[in-house]
């Protein structure tokens, strides 16, 4: 809705901060210039992006002398963080829209020196581990690690409803992340990020009454009113 205040012609500039998801759709960036910081809306496909300096591999991957599947392979990594030194040209976008796409990346190996991986957009990101709190009104759960899901598999699948589940780790990608969660049924993974739950022992003094719903959302369920009473919040 604003007015442009004028244009680049292509050139590499210095990002300061983005939406998410910038691979997949539409972005804006805000970006430094000699007139200060200004935001510019771009494709994907109009851009490129150098790649991230590591990555994790999350499953077993074949290394290449070169970008050529038709050699035999290297070696084979276990899966295990990698430092990254360079990748085809727009390594994070499809035209498609394909997250299964493939993407050369080199990496720098101890032993032989740089070599080469091919992922699928949805496999190239970076693991960390944690530990936090989260509550999941309607999220739906999978047993299969979702970077490495066949679509049309739906026997891992599964809805978990008004739960307070713990966060163990996120893959980061830029189409997402997907988030370890453990379950009653076990670790699971989800594209849902969660909302984050505080712990606090008090008590609360409500001194009119006071819907109380089943879910912390108005359109949960019809609400039962409780009258002026003092609580205990956990």
Known sequence: MNKAKGAFSPQAVEVIEAETRWAEMPNWWKIRTTFGDKW????????????????????????????STQLRPSAVLSPQQVEVVGAEKQWFYSPKHDENELKWLKIRTSWLGDQWIRLPLKQIGSYSSHTKKKYYGNAEFSSVPLWNHVADSLASHRQIRDQIL?????????????????????????????????????????????????????YSGKPYIAVPQTADRF
């Open 40 to 67: 510019i809306k771009t494709e994907p496909g109009n851009i490129d992006v150098p790649p991230p300096s590591k990555i994790t591999l999350m499953e077993n991957t074949p290394i290449y002398a070169k970008t």
């Open 166 to 218: 713990t966060e163990t780790g996120e893959f980061q990608t830029p189409l997402g992340s997907f988030y370890q969660v453990e379950t009653p049924e076990g670790t699971s993974w989800t594209r849902y990020p969660g909302e984050f739950i505080t712990e606090a022992n008090e008590t609360i003094t409500r001194r009119q009454p006071a819907p109380l719903y089943p879910s912390p959302y108005p």
